[in-house]
């Protein structure tokens, strides 16, 4: 029985289009998608070239592949933020919440207060806060055990608001001392009165300028170690980190 050529069987096709010779050639489209393959290979693969540039990257990074600036980069021991204090007729210092300045959540408020502290607006995020804290306050005095109530609460004794940029040590402020070290004012308002700017500054004495390095992390022995000697006015000597220390025993040995 001859085959019928007019109608090929399918395992024809099938041959015909796996035989040699005969694969379509690679298309433009084809070849962006490779060179995006491979740029997108590069870049998750670059952290790999800081285990080959002469250092140990146990002693910056000790997290596989987590090179980046996020994870790797050097903290600073303080920290500058423009934000608002309330004070209390004691004297007594309480953080009003961020709501008093607008609807939207912590980060947005945070850097629209920076923006206007910048742009030396202080007068009218200050006239915000005095006005909606006055407007609170009228209302009858918050009872209960919720979150919303404990914040007007503690908020209802405040008689001052200012828009401050304050200076922070961490070692110190996660010790207990919440006070910044430095403060700058840059407006004032009574609740309920009339916004004003000023251009004042405070500091604490208690604390150290430079900072105290007799911190949670001295006191752990994983950061900064005791200064010598103990007390006020330390220089940059005192501030010895675990791995200036560990540095200077390797080249006392090698001598």
Not at 227 to 244: A, Q, S
């Amino acid at each position: 029985m001859n085959p019928d050529l007019s109608h090929p069987h399918p395992a024809m096709h099938l041959a015909t289009r796996l035989s040699p010779g005969t694969a379509p050639a690679a298309s433009e489209r084809d070849l962006w998608a490779l060179t995006a393959g491979v740029a997108l290979a590069a870049v998750l693969l670059s952290p790999v070239r800081h285990y080959f540039n002469g250092k140990d990257k146990n002693e910056q990074d000790s997290f596989p592949l987590s090179t980046y600036p996020m994870f790797s980069d050097d903290r600073k021991d303080r920290t500058r933020i423009p934000h608002v204090a309330g004070f209390t007729a004691d004297g007594r210092r309480v953080i009003p919440h961020y709501h008093h300045f607008g609807a939207g959540g912590l980060n947005q408020v945070r850097k629209q207060i920076a923006r206007m502290v910048r742009q030396g607006r202080g007068v009218e995020i200050a006239q915000r806060y005095a006005d909606a804290l006055a407007e609170q306050q009228r209302r009858p005095r918050a009872t209960g055990e919720g979150p919303g109530a404990v914040r007007r609460l503690r908020e209802a004794d405040i008689v001052r608001v200012e828009v401050v940029r304050s200076r922070y040590f961490f070692d110190t402020y996660y010790a207990g001392n919440t006070t910044p070290q430095m403060e700058t004012v840059h407006a004032r308002a009574e609740v309920g009165g009339t916004a004003e700017a000023v251009s004042e500054r405070r500091h604490d004495a208690a604390q150290d300028p430079q900072g105290p390095p007799t911190g949670p992390m001295a006191r752990s022995e994983l950061g900064n170690l005791p200064p010598r000697p103990v007390g006020t006015g330390n220089t940059p000597g005192d501030y010895l980190t675990e791995k200036t220390v560990q540095t200077a025993l390797e080249q006392e040995a090698v001598r």
